[in-house]
């Protein structure tokens, strides 16, 4: 694959798509939020969310949002980190290593289905007594009962909703997951890009308005607690699009 491709300082993009074309400088701001929009869609299409690990064990997220989480954490120094959504655990061994350097915290991790080579990976990992799995339903008003007793006493809280990225679903978890972030700390609801890469080759039309990006825009409209913070999403292509959001220390 070619990669020396030549782009001096007059190099245009045209992007040429439904009977349209847009044509932008590619040293300009509208160059890189199109370059930017467009990664993110191939990313999607080549599922390279799906390639990296972290310290060996398979995290579903771009590099960016990877870095993205990296700066959080440090920022807040979180006392307990609730992921629903584990997948393999990668963001949980994230997590569980920023806090073993901070010398403090653990993270819960929430999945329906913990598959048992991901459970035995977790649990043999060197960052595992950090790491609590709970194998239930998000939803489950059973399962917000036992995290939340988990999180009791705890200083700082943070949430990430990384599950089932459907509307309802996402509704539902930011519903019952908000009371448990404290003032001044972060609700990250991942995935809120299935809205826009709707119209990829592998896409699906329904993502268009079926996708965390409305749950957690209704969200917003509904409260004046939290506010994104899109510092955190400088970093150009992003799954989470308005979906790091600060409770107001307040
Ligand atoms: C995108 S993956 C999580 C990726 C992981 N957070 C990471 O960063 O590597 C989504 C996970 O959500 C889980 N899931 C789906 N529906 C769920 C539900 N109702 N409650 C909890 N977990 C669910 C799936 O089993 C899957 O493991």
Redesign the pocket.
């Known amino acids: 694959m070619r990669r020396d491709v030549e782009a001096g300082s007059d190099a245009k993009l045209t992007l040429s798509s439904g009977g349209r074309e847009t044509t932008v400088d590619l040293y300009s701001e509208e160059g890189m939020a199109l370059v930017d929009a467009l990664r993110l869609k191939q990313a999607a299409e080549f599922k390279r969310m799906y390639e990296p690990r972290w310290l060996g064990v398979?995290?579903?997220?771009l590099p960016e949002d990877i870095v993205a989480m990296q700066e959080l954490i440090w920022h807040l120094q979180p006392d307990m980190v609730v992921?629903?959504?584990?997948?393999?655990?990668?963001?949980l061994a994230l997590y569980a290593a920023i806090m073993e350097l901070i010398g403090k915290g653990r993270v819960i991790g929430?999945?329906?289905?913990?598959r048992p080579h991901n459970r035995t990976a977790i649990e043999a990992h060197p960052l595992a007594h950090r790491i609590d799995l709970v194998e239930?339903?998000?939803?489950d008003p059973a399962?917000v009962e036992q995290v939340e007793r988990r999180c009791e006493g705890a200083g700082t809280v943070m949430v990430?909703l990384?599950?089932?990225?459907s509307y309802a679903?996402v509704a539902e978890e930011i519903r019952l997951y908000e009371r448990l972030v404290t003032p001044g700390s972060y609700l990250v609801v991942?995935?809120g890009a299935q809205a826009l890469v709707a119209d990829i080759p592998r896409g699906k039309p329904e993502w268009a308005e079926d996708n965390p990006l409305t749950a957690l825009r209704e969200f917003l409209a509904s409260t004046s607690e939290f506010e994104p913070d899109r510092h955190f999403e400088r970093f150009g292509a992003t799954c989470v699009p308005d979906g790091f959001l600060r409770r107001r220390a307040s």
């Open positions: 398979p995290i579903i997220q992921e629903c959504g584990v997948a393999h655990g990668g963001s929430v999945d329906v289905d913990i239930a339903s998000s939803i399962t990430v990384d599950s089932n990225h679903h991942m995935d």
